[in-house]
Structures are given as structure tokens and as C-alpha cells.
């Protein structure tokens, strides 16, 4: 039996790729940052099935020996670094915590493998922020990094690192350099998740309105059940590499704001206003990846479109309202 060890096993992406090793028979173990409320944490997996099945155990990135301990304990065949302060918008108001925990936490992971689990294959989560402004054309891995955010800085960072101690230290590790991904256990705080949520609450007569910020943006949306599928494929490979995890097809905010309203019936602009608080200092016009490597290398194709993620997405809201309306 496989073992793995998960970093970020409560966020979204955690949850589906604990679903994934576990019907594939892996031993999955989480690190869990213990803190006050952590009841909650574990709501991504129990919503999963897979609440219970996945061991926890007490770590934090930004501590290098409690990393290499659990190491020595857990002894995965493969790691997967999920871990990080994800969120762009707040890594303009604590930028050294992002850098601390996305940056120097990655730079932790690896010294504790490379010193306490060299043959185990490890897996960092890239973001496509790291490309900021694209350049007209769909990015891939020969492109230019240009960070707008410490966000994304802080993981050009970590993605330089894994490639330093792949190259130095012949560890097999690779980065995913994955772009925008969403399902119903994303965030709120993330900007499909809560148009999905506004046009849910607004069907339902819960609410009137939806505030929002840069209407203009484009990113390239793919669902998280995908996305988790390329990261495993990745670590079975004969060697490793890096590669973009994208749909190759981008929409803009307002389109997202199109389809989730529509899906109820409604039209979106009668309800969707823009603040000014929701605009950032420096925002990424359009993402757009180009996912050729994945496709040839790992045979990876996205099963979700959009719309049916958009769909799903916004059902799950509506069911979630409704069962708190009781
Ligand atoms: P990101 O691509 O990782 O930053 O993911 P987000 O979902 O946070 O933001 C995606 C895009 O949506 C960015 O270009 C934001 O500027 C834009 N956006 C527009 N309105 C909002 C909003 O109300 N909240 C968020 N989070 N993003 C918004």
C-alpha cells in the first residue's frame, strides 16, 4: 500500500486529492496546522466521504523540525505540497506572511525530504499568478514568469527551489503550474465561488445584490477534481518535470457572472454592481494556459466544462441555502 502525505489536506484541492489516493487504495496521511477552530477544518473531507480515513497529523511548515519528524514517522512514497496563503487579494496586506509560509514553508518541505525522505516523490502546487501579465499568447512552461503580487512572488520562488533540488539533489519532484480551479468547496472568498454563492442567495430571495470587483479579468477555470488528477499522474512518471494544468479556453468575470445567473433564470446584470473595495493594487488582466505538455506526456484531458462546473457549483449553493432556510 502506497502512502501519502498531503500539505493543505483541508483546502479544496486537499480534499479532492484525498478522495482520489484513497479510492486508489493510498494510505493518506494530511498535516494539519492545529489552531483554534480546528473542528472546522476537516469539513472539505467529511463533505468528501473521506472525513476519518485520512490520518491527521500535527505539523506546520514554517517549523523545519517538526517537518523532518513527521517525515521520519509517516515515511510517504509520495509528498504533495498544497499547503500556502492562497489568497492574492490578502497577500497585499501581509506580504511577509505569504512569503513565510508559501515561499520559505516550501523551502522547509523540501530540506525535511531531502534530509529525511530523499526517495519520496514530491509535488508543488504552482499558480498560474506566477505568469502574471500574459503575453498575448497561452502560456506554458517556456514562459516567462512575471509575479504581480507577493502572492505570486513568494511562489516563483518555491517553484525555482523544487527545480534547484530536482537538479542538485536528484530528488524527483515537480512542480504543477496550475491555473484558476473551482468546485463547490472552493472558498467564498474567491471570485467564482462567490458569484455562485450571490446568484444562489439572489434566486432564493436571501439577497438583492452582488458586489464585485474587476468585472474584466479573464482567467482560464478548471475544476479541482481534474486538477488533483494531474498532479498524481505526474508523480508516476519515469521522470520528473514540470507542467501547466489549464483548460487552454479562458472566460472573463462577467462571463462567469452570465452563466451562474442564467443557470437560476436571471439576468445578471439587474443584480451585479462593482465596488471599488474589491479592485487590487495590481490585478492580472488574463490567464490563459496551454496545457500541450500534460495532454502528450500524461494523457490528462479536463473532464468538466465550465458551464457544467458553473452548474454544479451553484446547485450545491442553492442546496446549502435552502437546508440552512430548513
Ligand atoms: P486569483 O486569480 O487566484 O486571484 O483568484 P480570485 O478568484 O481571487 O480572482 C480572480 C479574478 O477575479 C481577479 O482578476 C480578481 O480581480 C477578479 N475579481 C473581480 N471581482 C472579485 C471579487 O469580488 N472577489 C475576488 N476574489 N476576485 C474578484
Same mark, same amino acid.
Given at each position: 500500500?502506497?502512502?501519502?502525505?498531503?500539505?493543505?489536506?483541508?483546502?479544496?484541492?486537499?480534499?479532492?486529492?484525498?478522495?482520489?489516493?484513497?479510492?486508489?487504495?493510498?494510505?493518506?496521511?494530511?498535516?494539519?496546522?492545529?489552531?483554534?477552530?480546528?473542528?472546522?477544518?476537516?469539513?472539505?473531507?467529511?463533505?468528501?466521504?473521506?472525513?476519518?480515513?485520512?490520518?491527521?497529523?500535527?505539523?506546520?511548515?514554517?517549523?523545519?523540525?517538526?517537518?523532518?519528524?513527521?517525515?521520519?514517522?509517516?515515511?510517504?512514497?509520495?509528498?504533495?505540497?498544497?499547503?500556502?496563503?492562497?489568497?492574492?487579494?490578502?497577500?497585499?496586506?501581509?506580504?511577509?506572511?505569504?512569503?513565510?509560509?508559501?515561499?520559505?514553508?516550501?523551502?522547509?518541505?523540501?530540506?525535511?525530504?531531502?534530509?529525511?525522505?530523499?526517495?519520496?516523490?514530491?509535488?508543488?502546487?504552482?499558480?498560474?499568478?506566477?505568469?502574471?501579465?500574459?503575453?498575448?499568447?497561452?502560456?506554458?512552461?517556456?514562459?516567462?514568469?512575471?509575479?504581480?503580487?507577493?502572492?505570486?512572488?513568494?511562489?516563483?520562488?518555491?517553484?525555482?527551489?523544487?527545480?534547484?533540488?530536482?537538479?542538485?539533489?536528484?530528488?524527483?519532484?515537480?512542480?504543477?503550474?496550475?491555473?484558476?480551479?473551482?468546485?463547490?468547496?472552493?472558498?467564498?472568498?474567491?471570485?467564482?465561488?462567490?458569484?455562485?454563492?450571490?446568484? &444562489? +442567495?439572489?434566486? *432564493? =430571495?436571501?439577497?438583492?445584490?452582488? %458586489? /464585485?470587483?474587476?468585472?474584466? !479579468?479573464?482567467?482560464?477555470?478548471?475544476?479541482?477534481?481534474?486538477?488533483?488528477?494531474?498532479?498524481?499522474?505526474?508523480?508516476?512518471?519515469?521522470?520528473?518535470?514540470?507542467?501547466?494544468?489549464?483548460?487552454?479556453?479562458?472566460?472573463?468575470?462577467?462571463?462567469?457572472?452570465?452563466?451562474?445567473?442564467?443557470?437560476?433564470?436571471?439576468?445578471?446584470?439587474?443584480?451585479?454592481?462593482?465596488?471599488?473595495?474589491?479592485?487590487?493594487?495590481?490585478?492580472?488582466?488574463?490567464?490563459?494556459?496551454?496545457?500541450?505538455? &500534460? +495532454?502528450?506526456? *500524461? =494523457?490528462?484531458?479536463?473532464?468538466? %466544462? /465550465?458551464?457544467?462546473?458553473? !452548474?454544479?457549483?451553484?446547485?450545491?449553493?442553492?442546496?446549502?441555502?435552502?437546508?440552512?432556510?430548513?
Amino acid at each position: 500500500m502506497k502512502r501519502a502525505l498531503i500539505t493543505g489536506v483541508t483546502g479544496q484541492d486537499g480534499a479532492y486529492l484525498a478522495a482520489l489516493l484513497l479510492s486508489k487504495g493510498y494510505e493518506v496521511h494530511g498535516l494539519l496546522h492545529r489552531h483554534g477552530g480546528s473542528e472546522a477544518v476537516a469539513e472539505r473531507l467529511h463533505r468528501l466521504g473521506c472525513n476519518g480515513t485520512v490520518q491527521m497529523v500535527d505539523g506546520n511548515l514554517i517549523d523545519l523540525s517538526s517537518l523532518i519528524r513527521l517525515l521520519q514517522k509517516v515515511e510517504p512514497d509520495e509528498i504533495y505540497n498544497l499547503a500556502a496563503q492562497s489568497f492574492v487579494r490578502m497577500s497585499w496586506d501581509q506580504p511577509l506572511l505569504t512569503a513565510h509560509v508559501t515561499a520559505l514553508g516550501t523551502g522547509n518541505l523540501l530540506e525535511a525530504v531531502r534530509i529525511a525522505a530523499p526517495r519520496a516523490r514530491f509535488f508543488q502546487a504552482g499558480s498560474s499568478e506566477m505568469f502574471g501579465r500574459a503575453e498575448g499568447r497561452a502560456q506554458s512552461e517556456a514562459s516567462n514568469f512575471h509575479p504581480r503580487s507577493p502572492y505570486a512572488s513568494a511562489k516563483v520562488f518555491a517553484h525555482c527551489l523544487v527545480g534547484n533540488y530536482r537538479d542538485a539533489f536528484g530528488l524527483f519532484a515537480c512542480n504543477g503550474i496550475m491555473f484558476n480551479h473551482d468546485s463547490p468547496l472552493r472558498g467564498v472568498e474567491f471570485v467564482l465561488r462567490k458569484i455562485t454563492d450571490g446568484a &444562489a +442567495r439572489i434566486s *432564493l =430571495g436571501l439577497a438583492k445584490d452582488l %458586489s /464585485l470587483g474587476n468585472l474584466e !479579468a479573464r482567467r482560464d477555470f478548471g475544476h479541482s477534481r481534474d486538477y488533483v488528477r494531474a498532479m498524481w499522474l505526474m508523480l508516476q512518471q519515469e521522470t520528473a518535470d514540470d507542467y501547466v494544468v489549464a483548460t487552454g479556453r479562458a472566460a472573463s468575470i462577467r462571463d462567469l457572472c452570465r452563466i451562474a445567473f442564467g443557470h437560476v433564470g436571471l439576468d445578471y446584470e439587474a443584480h451585479v454592481r462593482v465596488d471599488p473595495a474589491f479592485l487590487r493594487p495590481a490585478d492580472v488582466d488574463v490567464t490563459l494556459g496551454d496545457p500541450t505538455r &500534460a +495532454r502528450e506526456r *500524461l =494523457g490528462w484531458e479536463p473532464e468538466t %466544462s /465550465l458551464e457544467a462546473m458553473i !452548474a454544479e457549483m451553484v446547485d450545491a449553493d442553492l442546496a446549502r441555502w435552502r437546508a440552512r432556510a430548513g
